[in-house]
């Protein structure tokens, strides 16, 4: 049985959403960026979102269509579509600064333990051993945490980076620190 991985088609083209972060909101965007924010587990259950910047911000798990939504994010492409393994990530140690606002602190720590050797070492800094992408241990983590808090992840060993929660302006502001060109 083949999965669909297609996106959800979208009930109205001029549709906008806002999501809000820190009690700012961002957007307007599209279904389709709104999709693609799901995919990268940018948007998540907790996230808050409403079709107006000024009012209206509930919780994506408020409403039915986008938690449909939710459910059609593909997790991994299809074998059939895929018929070489994804090579594993060679073990790195990861930097995780993480905000935690929303009382899930204890459920982030359990969902870090969870995917490798952990060292605490700061209020809200640890470092984890894994084998993984910075993108991987990003959507992992940011699954039981709220609409207010805020993830940093950085791959130690690849100088790569992901995070969930932070501001479009600050989007930019990360991506252009760590475009360096090296000679």
Known sequence: MQTDTRQPQPNSSARQWFVQVDDQPYGPFDD????SFMCEGRVNPQSLISQTASSGFRPVSADPALMNWLSQ????????LNPEPKPKPAPTVFMIMAEVR???GMDLIQTLQGLGHVQRIGD????????????DVRNVLSQ????????????SFANETAWFNLSPDMDGQIAALWNIKRD
């Open 102 to 104: 929303s009382g899930r």
């Open 144 to 155: 039981p945490l709220g609409s207010n808090d805020r993830l940093f992840v950085l791959d």
């Open 32 to 35: 389709q960026m709104l999709w």
């Open 124 to 135: 809200a800094v640890w470092l984890l051993r894994a084998e993984a992408t910075a993108e």
């Open 73 to 80: 994010v593909p997790s991994a492409a299809p074998a059939e």
